[in-house]
C-alpha cells in the first residue's frame, strides 16, 4: 500500500519519531529508513534488541501506530500519480484487486476511508493475518486465497526489493514503482503508474 497507492513515509517518520523520543530511545531518519515497510516486531526489535517482549512490542507498536493515523486523519493524504485511473481502469476490466500490505488493518483502513478508495478492493490482508513478513511470500499467497486466484493469474505492485522477491517467491509477476528504491528487479519498473503501458497488466498476466 505504502509507496505504490500513497506516499506516508514522512507520516510513519514522525510518529516513529516521537513515540521512540517518548520511549527515551530517539532515532535517526537513517535509522527510521533503513526499516521503513517491515513489520513492527522487526523495526523494535532491530531498535531495542532480540529479548523485547512481545507486550512492549505491542505497547509501543501500538502507540505508533495511533499517532501515525492520527496524522493522516489530520494532514489528509493523495494518491501517487496514476494510480486513480489504474484502480478504476481494472475495476472497469474485470480484475480482482487486494490489498495486502504489513500495516495494521486500522491503518489501512483509516487510508481508505481518507482516500475514498476501500470500494475497489476485494480482499485486504494485514499485518494481523500473517505470521511471516516479506520476502516471505505469505502476505501475497494469503490475499491470492482471498481472491480466490491462483498465484499465477496475480500481479503484484511493490516499491520494495524485499516485496518484489516475495512476489516471486509467490510465483506472482511484480511491477516495481521506484517510490523509495531505485533498484526493483522486477517484471516492469516505472518511476510512477501513470507510466504504465494500457496492456501492462495483460502481458504479464500468464494464460491458463
Request: contains cysteine.
Amino acid at each position: 500500500m505504502d509507496g505504490t497507492l500513497l506516499d506516508s513515509a514522512e507520516y510513519h517518520w514522525l510518529a516513529w519519531r516521537d513515540i521512540m523520543h517518548r520511549e527515551g530511545h530517539p532515532i535517526t531518519n537513517e535509522q527510521f529508513r533503513a526499516t521503513f515497510g517491515q513489520r513492527n516486531d522487526t523495526i523494535l526489535r532491530s531498535y531495542f534488541g532480540p529479548d523485547l517482549s512481545d507486550a512492549e512490542v505491542a505497547r509501543i507498536g501500538d502507540a505508533k501506530e495511533i499517532c501515525y493515523r492520527e496524522l493522516v486523519r489530520e494532514r489528509g493524504i493523495a494518491l501517487l500519480p496514476g494510480v486513480g485511473r489504474w484502480l478504476a481502469r481494472l475495476r472497469e476490466q474485470g480484475w480482482r484487486q487486494a490489498i495486502a500490505s504489513a500495516a495494521p488493518r486500522a491503518n489501512i483502513e483509516a487510508l481508505s476511508a481518507v482516500l475514498g478508495i476501500a470500494s475497489f478492493f476485494d480482499a485486504l490482508v494485514s499485518s494481523e493475518d500473517v505470521q511471516r513478513g516479506k520476502p516471505d511470500p505469505q502476505v501475497f499467497l494469503l490475499a491470492a486465497e482471498r481472491l480466490k486466484v491462483p498465484p499465477v493469474r496475480c500481479v503484484v505492485l511493490e516499491d520494495a526489493p524485499a516485496g518484489i522477491a516475495a512476489a516471486h517467491r509467490a510465483g506472482m509477476r511484480a511491477i516495481g514503482v521506484r517510490t523509495t528504491h531505485a533498484d526493483l528487479r522486477a517484471d516492469i519498473v516505472v518511476d510512477t503508474l501513470d507510466q504504465l503501458p494500457d496492456d501492462a497488466f495483460d502481458r504479464l498476466v500468464v494464460a491458463p
